[in-house]
């Protein structure tokens, strides 16, 4: 697997960097997904509704955008290493603050700086893969990150669920806080720069503004940006609703809906795989058709059930077919957004995924909005984000073949 414009890189230290990179992108699970089995406590012990902290979801997916549409010009202008250091500090630091947070209110403000830190981990390890690689290969790397990131909500949730056996959910960011320290050392010790002098670009705010323009003016890349985006979101309206449909609706403890939380997690690993194996002779293109049909499948199955009545057991293949979906469609629609913006990786990521956060934050507050005695809101909302995700990809991102990264 060779970088753009670089030689040939040893087996070894390919699998150094997927596991670096990896775990740096997987900082929205790990934010996200940790302390969700805790939100039903949480709504006790802060004296909130249910739609009342999930807005500290909605919260983490504002930092979420707003840290990346920062971050990613910051690092096409001065590196990659500084900003991505200086947002895994912060990350650590709000995580402390988070687990002291007396309200909702408070922790509401405190998740949006959490999730601003934790998305210079997200865009810039996407930025110095695009550094790397191109084509097939960007495509391909993509997937096996997806591999290392889909651990996180694998585990997420079973650490977030085990941590309230001994304490509190304040012991929740504690632990996120010293993932951070280990990943500030990670990134530290063993991520060395991959942006030169020479390719950085410098101009200021204007300049930011203006390359924001030029990439939204891209047709495919909106079709590739809204595609994915939407599947996205449809899993955040999953992760959202969830904790209060498996634990309060259906009765489940917190840790048997941490163990279904990974078991649909383990489906973005396996999809994962999935593509990084089958890119190279299906094309990116075509996975993104597969797991946009994977993902509407879901969203219908799942409806299906919560209108049938039929129990958990019921809703479970839809959640996991929406999830699974996700390791076949989010690297190979970020490669093909990105196959025509080589040169202005960060800011191009910035906008990608501030639209896929943007569209998590309007969400996760959406699907409580009828309390905790139906999960009909969230099966609707995940059917009308999948639908949409086909439409974008249907009207916007369906065309011959371009470039090296198309299929």
Request: hydrophobic fraction near 60%; include cysteine.
């Amino acid at each position: 697997m060779a970088p753009a414009g670089g030689p040939e890189r040893t087996r070894g230290a390919t699998v150094r960097l997927i596991v670096v990179l990896g775990a740096l992108s997987a900082f929205a699970p790990l934010a996200i997904d940790m302390y969700l089995p805790a939100l039903p406590a949480l709504t006790t012990d802060l004296h909130g509704s249910a739609s009342e902290i999930q807005l500290t979801l909605t919260a983490c997916f504002v930092g979420l955008a707003l840290g990346q549409i920062v971050a990613g010009p910051l690092s096409d202008a001065y590196g990659r290493r500084r900003p991505l250091l200086v947002g895994l500090a912060a990350f650590a630091v709000a995580s402390l603050l988070c687990a002291a947070a007396p309200s909702v209110a408070a922790l509401i403000v405190l998740r949006v700086v959490q999730g601003a830190a934790g998305a210079a981990g997200i865009v810039i390890s996407r930025a110095v893969v695009r550094d790397l690689f191109s084509g097939i290969e960007l495509a391909r790397f993509y997937a096996l990150t997806m591999i290392v990131n889909g651990a996180a909500p694998i585990l997420a949730p079973i650490v977030g669920g085990l941590v309230l056996l001994v304490t509190s959910w304040h012991g929740t960011f504690v632990v996120l806080a010293a993932i951070g320290v280990v990943l500030f050392l990670t990134a530290a010790l063993g991520l060395p720069e991959s942006l030169p002098p020479a390719a950085r670009r410098r101009g200021g705010v204007g300049a930011t503004v203006r390359t924001f323009r030029e990439v939204a003016g891209d047709r495919m890349f909106v079709g590739y940006a809204l595609a994915g985006g939407l599947a996205l979101a449809a899993m955040f309206a999953y992760i959202a609703g969830s904790p209060f449909v498996v634990e309060t609706l259906y009765g489940a403890s917190p840790q048997v809906f941490s163990l279904i939380f990974a078991t649909n997690a383990l489906g973005i690993v396996l999809a994962g795989q999935i593509s990084a194996i089958s890119v190279t002779r299906l094309g990116p293109q075509r996975l993104v058709v597969v797991g946009l049909a994977t993902s509407l499948t879901g969203a219908l199955v799942l409806l299906g059930a919560v209108v049938a009545g039929v129990g958990l057991i019921g809703i479970l293949p839809g959640f996991f077919l929406v999830t699974s979906s996700i390791g076949l469609i989010l690297p190979n629609a970020t490669a093909l957004a990105l196959a025509d913006h080589g040169h202005r990786a960060g800011s191009a990521l910035a906008l990608l995924g501030a639209l896929q956060y943007v569209v998590g934050a309007l969400v996760a507050p959406i699907v409580g909005i009828a309390g905790t005695g139906t999960a009909l809101p969230m099966a609707i909302v995940v059917a009308i984000l999948s639908l949409g995700a086909v439409a974008a990809y249907l009207g916007l991102a369906r065309s011959p073949a371009r470039g090296p990264a198309a299929a």
